[in-house]
């Protein structure tokens, strides 16, 4: 299962990109989660681990790609169900295009 959104932002690529590639924000823009906490290292990146709290449950996530104001992407960890989520940055004159890819791996065809 997999959606793609894209929304155009009145801020430059670098301001989305600090605010969206750190997770700890999530909260700020997604309602369902109620907090993110950085569990590596203060810097963010490849490999950096994050557990979040939503209204439901709470799971754990790693950066799997990162490429300032270009790309992030994280994927959960297990027992948690398979999630990839992948943010893509562009310029749009003086705004960005945000586009988010989000796909479960749920094991059935299709």
Do not use: C
């Not at 793609?4 to 590639?21: G, H, K, L, M």
Request: proline content about 5%; hydrophobic content about 35%; aromatic content about 12%.
């Amino acid at each position: 299962m997999q959606f793609t959104n894209s929304v155009v932002i009145d801020r430059p690529v670098s301001e989305v990109f600090a605010f969206v590639s750190n997770f700890e924000n999530m909260p700020r823009w997604n309602y369902f989660v109620v907090e993110t906490t950085n569990e590596s290292a203060a810097d963010q990146g490849v490999a950096t681990t994050y557990r979040q709290q939503r209204k439901t449950d709470a799971q754990r996530y790693v950066v799997t790609e990162y490429e300032a104001d270009r790309r992030v992407a994280v994927r959960t960890v297990p027992p948690s169900a398979d999630l990839e989520m992948r943010f893509s940055f562009e310029s749009a004159g003086s705004s960005t295009r945000l586009t988010d890819e989000w796909q479960l791996h749920t094991g059935l065809p299709g």
